[in-house]
């Protein structure tokens, strides 16, 4: 019967003795989960389909700049993005200046958000607005701006 409380007693202090080291893996396991994770830059979101994430213009734009981001909603909704970059180059290609087009990502009820871009020093976010309103297939084109109520 002396035996019995001994290898309780004994179990317990292992395990009292076990818990600082298994908390302190289990601290550092989180700690290198949390670094291994990319920061989110707000100005530039990330994209839900990696492999949609083309943010490079097209080779004929060379030295381009980031005009901003605009959300396009298309005549025919579609889920591919594919499809909604053959409608950007097409509508990049007719612009003047050049303009490149870049999916960023898809929202919902069928709109995306598209990165403007070009070589051309007097290409502007307006400009590139107007380029893909005038595009056939492209229902709405609208900068993707943040407003603030004015008092």
């Known amino acids: 019967m002396a035996r019995m409380p001994q290898q309780a007693a004994r179990r317990r202090?292992?395990?009292?003795?076990?818990?600082?080291?298994?908390?302190?893996?289990?601290?550092?396991c989180l700690l290198a989960a949390c670094k291994s994770v990319p920061a989110i830059d707000?100005?530039?979101?990330?994209?839900?389909?990696?492999?949609?994430?083309?943010?490079?213009?097209p080779a004929s734009v060379s030295a381009a700049h980031n005009l901003g981001d605009i959300i396009v909603g298309l005549s025919t909704p579609t889920?591919?993005?594919?499809?909604?970059?053959?409608?950007?180059?097409?509508?990049?290609?007719?612009?003047?200046?050049?303009?490149?087009?870049?999916?960023v990502r898809p929202m919902s009820g069928g709109f995306w958000v598209v990165r403007a871009s070009s070589g051309d020093a007097s290409a502007t976010l307006d400009?590139?607005?107007?380029?893909?309103?005038?595009?056939?297939?492209?229902?709405?084109?609208?900068?993707?701006?943040v407003m603030k109520i004015q008092h």
């Open 13 to 28: 202090s292992l395990l009292s003795s076990a818990r600082p080291a298994l908390a302190a893996a289990v601290g550092l």
């Open 42 to 57: 707000p100005g530039k979101p990330p994209a839900m389909d990696p492999a949609s994430a083309n943010t490079q213009p």
């Open 79 to 103: 889920t591919s993005s594919a499809t909604v970059q053959g409608v950007l180059d097409a509508a990049g290609a007719r612009a003047t200046p050049r303009l490149a087009f870049a999916v």
């Open 127 to 145: 400009g590139a607005v107007a380029a893909l309103r005038s595009t056939q297939g492209i229902a709405s084109a609208d900068p993707d701006r």
